[in-house]
Antibody
Framework: QVRLQESGPGLVKPSETLSLNCSVSGGSISRSGYYWGWIRQPPGKGLEWIGIMSYSGSTYYNPSLKSRVTISVDTSKNLVSLKLSSVTAADTAVYYC?????????????WGQGTLVTVSS | SYELTQPPSVSVSPGQTASITCSGDKLGNKYASWYQHQPGQSPVLVIYQDIKRPSGIPERFSGSNSGNTATLTISGTQAMDEADYYCQAWDSSTVVFGGGTKLTVL
C-alpha cells in the first residue's frame, strides 16, 4: 500500500517561497509508469493541479503557475518536493501530494492527507 | 486551455440513481477519471480510464464517456455518497479538473 505524507510550514509570508515535502512509503518513486506531483484546493474552491515529475526528470506544470513552480524528486529518500515562489494570499490552500498513473489519462490513484498552507504576514 | 464543465450541484433521494456529467470538447477521445471528495478528507479515485473501478470502490459506482460528455453514475445512492465529485482529464500535457459537483442525498 503506497502512502504519501506531506510536510512543511503551515504559514508563509507574502512574497516568500512556499516549500513542501512529500514522503512516499510502501513503494519506490523510481518505479516506471508513474509521475509524482501536487494538487491544491483553496478554501471554498475546487481542485487545482500544480504539476508532476517523473523519477527520470520529466516535468509538466500548470501553465498558470509554471513561472513560479519547481517540483523535484529525491529517489534516494523517496521524497517529492514543491517550491512555489512569490506567494500571495491567493496561494492559501490545502496542498496534496499525489501519485499519477502515466499514459492512462494521468489519473491520481494515491493521495496524501493534505496540508494547509496559509499565506499571511 | 482545455475546460471541463460540471453542474454545481445534483440532488438524489436515497436508493435512487445519481448521474453527474462532465463536458469537454471531444472528451470521449480522452480518458476521464472521477474523484470523490468528502470534507476534511483526501480525494478518492472512484473511476479511471472512463469505466474502471479501483479495488475497494463499490459496484454502484460506474462511468461512461462518449462524444463530449463523461458521466459518473451512482446506483442505489447511499447517504455516505454525499460528497463533492470532480472529473479529470489529461490534455496538452496538463491535468485538467472540472469545477466539481456537490452531490446531496436527501
Amino acid at each position: 500500500q503506497v502512502r504519501l505524507q506531506e510536510s512543511g510550514p503551515g504559514l508563509v509570508k507574502p512574497s516568500e517561497t512556499l516549500s513542501l515535502n512529500c514522503s512516499v512509503s510502501g513503494g519506490s518513486i523510481s518505479r516506471s509508469g508513474y509521475y509524482w506531483g501536487w494538487i491544491r484546493q483553496p478554501p471554498g474552491k475546487g481542485l487545482e493541479w500544480i504539476g508532476i515529475m517523473s523519477y527520470s526528470g520529466s516535468t509538466y506544470y500548470n501553465p498558470s503557475l509554471k513561472s513560479r513552480v519547481t517540483i523535484s524528486v529525491d529517489t534516494s529518500k523517496n521524497l517529492v518536493s514543491l517550491k512555489l515562489s512569490s506567494v500571495t494570499a491567493a496561494d492559501t490552500a490545502v496542498y496534496y501530494c499525489a501519485r499519477h498513473a502515466d499514459g492512462s489519462g494521468n489519473y491520481q490513484d494515491y493521495w496524501g492527507q493534505g496540508t494547509l498552507v496559509t499565506v499571511s504576514s | 486551455s482545455y475546460e471541463l464543465t460540471q453542474p454545481p450541484s445534483v440532488s438524489v433521494s436515497p436508493g435512487q440513481t445519481a448521474s453527474i456529467t462532465c463536458s469537454g470538447d471531444k472528451l470521449g477521445n480522452k480518458y476521464a477519471s472521477w474523484y470523490q471528495h468528502q470534507p476534511g478528507q483526501s480525494p478518492v479515485l472512484v473511476i479511471y480510464q472512463d469505466i474502471k473501478r479501483p479495488s475497494g470502490i463499490p459496484e454502484r459506482f460506474s462511468g461512461s464517456n462518449s462524444g463530449n460528455t463523461a458521466t459518473l453514475t451512482i446506483s442505489g445512492t447511499q447517504a455516505m455518497d454525499e460528497a463533492d465529485y470532480y472529473c479529470q482529464a489529461w490534455d496538452s500535457s496538463t491535468v485538467v479538473f472540472g469545477g466539481g459537483t456537490k452531490l446531496t442525498v436527501l
